[in-house]
């Protein structure tokens, strides 16, 4: 009887354990204890991406955009990279399709890499444009040799064919060779086509003269003899620009390219009313900047922008880098970012003046449907709060809830003052000993303003060299209406319409965040709103 007393008891206690234990692991109250809580997570990318595309395997480099007049949709065109790559053939051409620049539909492999002793063992960035003469398409790209000896062609122009977008042919006998016409056989890479009002077809080239950098222009009548017309354009003191895009929108033409040198790695444009004002910019070294903030359109986490058009909007895409160690701090300042990320695009926004800036599209936008619960978790210094809106004297934080896998925050900042700073965190726990900050920073005494990344926090670096933003106005009014949209650990901010900083962070999912004031500096904060996408 003792014995069946206690296995009874051992039973029920067994029974309680299990009951306990299942209770702790119930959705619905872990899910609450989850959204009362502030401290720290140590959360991680999923693995897909609703956003900013990420193919399955490996990651986007290079996006090369078109507008398919066939199938009425973008294409966007990359280089795809495995991490590791295999060695001597890498980057073959893969691509996705897109209404909207929001969703993307993978289209697979379209070009691959050619053998190991081809000329292009490795594929380097080219361009697509459609020929309703022969209903071809034709994608003209970089063929990279594999060791190649003093007498071989490093880089050369080469062509693959298609009449479905499905199955490509790669000509034999296509390979457009710079020192054919006095240029370097080393740099002779990332052709970009397109229709002049001339009627013809025309292709840029990056490449060097005389160790110089300059774009080499080539004309044809159907895309398939080419003739040389000399330099397009020189590129500035001894800058490089790799991925040319040319375009015109309303009455401006266009240059957009990405700067290779290691203290910029930032995508930049020039315009001019006609191609020849365009050409000028640059030309003896002049420096005719478009703009005040010589051009630049996105932050170093924006890489290898290039544009396309349906008629009425025009989006730009470009590869947002991962990070080494997914460290966020590890920006390669002064070195080669990591190579290859997501997909990021921005809408291409056109003033009245002809200054270019990027964007919220508003597909993205859209994509965030479902609004999320905003909650002050902790606040320090002087914050006034009343009807959402909050009032942060000097030196004052408010940090609110957790924020979801992918978020839209927008809310208005009215500065005091044109020396007004202010900050938005990620990334942040009350038990946090560092966290990363998004800081809309005073320059030139006010009259301008720039985005810094800092690792604040007692363990924190501070500010991060090479990931800040361009210097802009500071608005009239002193308000900024700020949008950030985010994808996992990639980021993009938007001010006015006329400010895009991206960059990644990892760690924002699942993580509190805040809005921060600084010395000097009074602030008030309105109409926010968290959205997600269901």
Not at 104 to 132: F, H, R
Not at 242 to 253: A, I, L, N, S, T
Not at 351 to 378: P, R
Request: charged letters at 20%; a negative charge.
């Amino acid at each position: 009887m003792k014995t069946m007393i206690t296995s009874l008891t051992f039973t029920a206690m067994l029974f309680a354990s299990f009951c306990s234990c299942s209770d702790d692991n119930d959705p619905v109250l872990t899910q609450k204890d989850w959204d009362g809580t502030a401290t720290y997570f140590a959360s991680t990318d999923e693995s897909a991406f609703g956003t900013y595309y990420k193919p399955y395997v490996g990651y986007v480099g290079d996006p090369m955009p078109f507008y398919d007049p066939v199938g009425q949709d973008f294409k966007v065109l990359y280089l795809q990279d495995y991490r590791p790559n295999q060695a001597g053939t890498y980057h073959p051409i893969w691509g996705v399709s897109t209404k909207d620049a929001a969703s993307y539909t993978s289209l697979g492999e379209l070009v691959p890499c050619g053998g190991i002793d081809e000329q292009d063992a490795a594929i380097g960035t080219g361009s697509t444009i459609y020929n309703p003469q022969d209903k071809l398409y034709y994608t003209f790209y970089t063929g990279n040799k594999y060791q190649p000896t003093s007498s071989d062609n490093a880089q050369v122009v080469m062509l693959a064919t298609s009449p479905d977008f499905k199955t490509w042919s790669k000509s034999r006998t296509f390979y457009l060779k710079g020192d054919a016409e006095g240029y370097s056989k080393n740099d002779f890479r990332d052709p970009f086509v397109f229709e002049g009002e001339d009627g013809k077809y025309h292709m840029l080239v990056s490449t060097k003269q005389n160790g110089k950098g300059v774009l080499a222009e080539y004309t044809s009548a159907d895309l398939k003899e080419w003739e040389h017309q000399g330099v397009f354009m020189t590129m500035m003191w001894d800058r490089f620009y790799e991925c040319p895009d040319v375009f015109k929108m309303g009455d401006w033409w266009y240059l957009v390219y990405s700067e290779i040198s290691s203290f910029m790695r930032k995508v930049q444009y020039f315009k001019g009313r006609t191609l020849d004002e365009l050409k000028a910019a640059t030309a003896n070294d002049a420096g005719i900047w478009p703009d005040s903030k010589e051009g630049v359109l996105d932050s170093r986490a924006f890489y290898a922008g290039k544009t396309a058009s349906n008629g009425t909007d025009r989006y730009i895409w470009g590869w947002c880098p991962t990070r080494a160690g997914n460290d966020n701090t590890e920006v390669s300042a002064d070195n080669e970012p990591e190579w290859g990320g997501n997909l990021v695009a921005h809408k291409v926004v056109q003033h009245q003046d002809g200054t270019l800036s990027l964007g919220l599209a508003e597909s993205i936008g859209g994509k965030y449907t479902a609004e999320s619960d905003v909650e002050v978790m902790e606040q320090g210094g002087e914050v006034t709060q009343g009807n959402g809106n909050y009032t942060l004297n000097e030196e004052a934080y408010v940090l609110f809830n957790r924020l979801g896998t992918h978020n839209k925050i927008s809310f208005t900042v009215k500065a005091t003052g044109n020396q007004g700073k202010f900050g938005i965190s990620f990334v942040r726990g009350t038990d946090s000993k560092k966290y990363y900050t998004i800081i809309v920073n005073p320059e030139d005494n006010g009259n301008k303003r720039k985005i810094n990344f800092e690792e604040e926090g007692e363990e924190g670096k501070g500010f991060i060299a090479g990931i800040d933003g361009y210097l802009f106005d500071t608005p009239a009014d002193n308000v900024y209406d700020i949008t950030i949209c985010t994808d996992n650990s990639v980021c993009v901010v938007y001010i006015n319409d006329n400010v895009a900083y991206t960059n990644r962070i990892y760690g924002i999912q699942k993580n509190c965040w805040s809005i921060n004031s600084y010395p000097e500096s009074n602030i008030e904060v309105g109409s926010l709103k968290v959205s997600h996408q269901e």
